[in-house]
Protein backbone atom coordinates (compact mmCIF):
# COMPACT_ATOMS: atom_id res chain seq x y z
CA UNK A 1 0.00 0.00 0.00
CA UNK A 2 1.39 3.37 -1.33
CA UNK A 3 1.14 6.01 1.69
CA UNK A 4 -1.29 9.42 1.55
CA UNK A 5 0.39 12.89 1.69
CA UNK A 6 -2.01 15.00 3.69
CA UNK A 7 -1.34 18.95 3.50
CA UNK A 8 -3.05 21.74 4.91
CA UNK A 9 -2.35 24.98 4.49
CA UNK A 10 -3.05 28.47 6.76
CA UNK A 11 -2.46 31.74 5.15
CA UNK A 12 -2.50 35.62 6.86
CA UNK A 13 -1.31 38.89 6.49
CA UNK A 14 2.26 39.49 6.90
CA UNK A 15 1.57 41.61 10.06
CA UNK A 16 -0.60 39.01 11.81
CA UNK A 17 2.55 36.01 10.47
CA UNK A 18 4.82 35.95 13.82
CA UNK A 19 1.46 36.28 15.92
CA UNK A 20 -0.15 33.41 14.13
CA UNK A 21 3.41 31.41 13.66
CA UNK A 22 3.83 31.88 17.96
CA UNK A 23 -0.11 30.43 18.51
CA UNK A 24 0.92 27.33 16.02
CA UNK A 25 4.40 26.70 18.42
CA UNK A 26 2.15 26.57 21.38
CA UNK A 27 -0.57 24.54 19.40
CA UNK A 28 1.37 21.84 19.56
CA UNK A 29 1.14 20.75 23.60
CA UNK A 30 -2.54 20.51 22.41
CA UNK A 31 -2.47 18.78 19.40
CA UNK A 32 0.69 16.38 19.96
CA UNK A 33 -0.85 13.61 22.27
CA UNK A 34 -3.78 13.04 19.59
CA UNK A 35 -2.49 13.07 16.76
CA UNK A 36 0.22 10.67 17.57
CA UNK A 37 -2.53 8.26 18.56
CA UNK A 38 -3.97 8.17 15.28
CA UNK A 39 -4.15 4.91 13.46
CA UNK A 40 -1.96 4.49 10.51
CA UNK A 41 0.26 7.87 11.06
CA UNK A 42 3.41 7.44 9.43
CA UNK A 43 4.87 11.17 9.85
CA UNK A 44 3.61 14.64 10.38
CA UNK A 45 5.31 17.81 10.06
CA UNK A 46 4.19 21.71 11.01
CA UNK A 47 6.23 24.36 9.01
CA UNK A 48 5.86 28.10 8.67
CA UNK A 49 7.10 30.23 5.54
CA UNK A 50 7.13 33.95 6.95
CA UNK A 51 7.85 34.92 2.84
CA UNK A 52 4.32 33.57 1.55
CA UNK A 53 3.06 34.42 5.14
CA UNK A 54 1.72 30.70 5.48
CA UNK A 55 1.76 27.93 7.92
CA UNK A 56 1.78 24.31 7.05
CA UNK A 57 0.83 20.64 8.16
CA UNK A 58 2.22 18.11 6.02
CA UNK A 59 1.36 14.17 7.36
CA UNK A 60 2.39 11.19 6.09
CA UNK A 61 -0.40 8.25 6.50
CA UNK A 62 -1.45 4.47 5.52
CA UNK A 63 -4.00 5.47 3.65
CA UNK A 64 -6.65 8.08 2.88
CA UNK A 65 -9.49 6.96 5.61
CA UNK A 66 -6.45 7.32 7.75
CA UNK A 67 -5.79 10.99 6.85
CA UNK A 68 -9.19 11.90 7.11
CA UNK A 69 -8.96 11.20 10.91
CA UNK A 70 -7.50 15.10 11.04
CA UNK A 71 -10.71 16.21 9.47
CA UNK A 72 -12.97 15.51 12.29
CA UNK A 73 -10.30 15.61 15.26
CA UNK A 74 -11.77 18.18 17.57
CA UNK A 75 -8.88 19.72 19.50
CA UNK A 76 -7.62 20.94 15.57
CA UNK A 77 -10.64 22.14 14.89
CA UNK A 78 -11.13 24.21 18.22
CA UNK A 79 -7.97 25.46 17.76
CA UNK A 80 -8.47 26.60 14.45
CA UNK A 81 -11.08 29.35 15.28
CA UNK A 82 -8.76 31.75 17.02
CA UNK A 83 -6.69 31.81 13.91
CA UNK A 84 -9.93 32.25 11.97
CA UNK A 85 -10.30 35.20 14.07
CA UNK A 86 -7.20 36.77 13.78
CA UNK A 87 -7.92 37.17 9.83
CA UNK A 88 -6.36 33.45 9.04
CA UNK A 89 -7.74 31.78 6.10
CA UNK A 90 -7.40 27.86 5.65
CA UNK A 91 -7.26 26.63 1.96
CA UNK A 92 -9.66 24.30 0.49
CA UNK A 93 -10.39 21.35 0.41
CA UNK A 94 -7.62 19.98 2.14
CA UNK A 95 -5.52 17.89 0.22
CA UNK A 96 -4.62 14.47 0.95
CA UNK A 97 -2.54 13.12 -2.49
CA UNK A 98 -1.89 9.70 -3.11
CA UNK A 99 2.09 8.53 -3.71
CA UNK A 100 3.05 8.32 -6.75
CA UNK A 101 6.93 7.78 -5.93
CA UNK A 102 8.95 8.21 -3.43
CA UNK A 103 12.70 8.54 -2.64
CA UNK A 104 14.58 8.69 0.59
CA UNK A 105 17.97 10.93 1.30
CA UNK A 106 21.06 9.58 2.59
CA UNK A 107 20.26 11.65 5.92
CA UNK A 108 16.99 9.74 6.57
CA UNK A 109 19.72 6.92 6.77
CA UNK A 110 21.68 8.57 9.00
CA UNK A 111 24.57 8.38 6.74
CA UNK A 112 26.44 11.55 5.45
CA UNK A 113 26.13 13.06 2.01
CA UNK A 114 28.85 12.55 -0.17
CA UNK A 115 30.92 15.59 -0.34
Known amino acids: MKPVV ?3 ILRCSPERFAELRQMSV ?3 RVLR ?5 MPGLLAFYFGA ?3 TSSLANVSLWTS ?3 AKQLDTFQPM ?3 GKPF ?3 GATFERPIMNYGTLWQL ?4 ASGEAAPA
Open 104 to 107: NGSA
Open 64 to 66: LEA
Open 6 to 8: RVS
Open 26 to 28: EAE
Open 49 to 51: DEA
Open 33 to 37: PGIEA
Open 77 to 79: LDL
Open 84 to 86: IAK
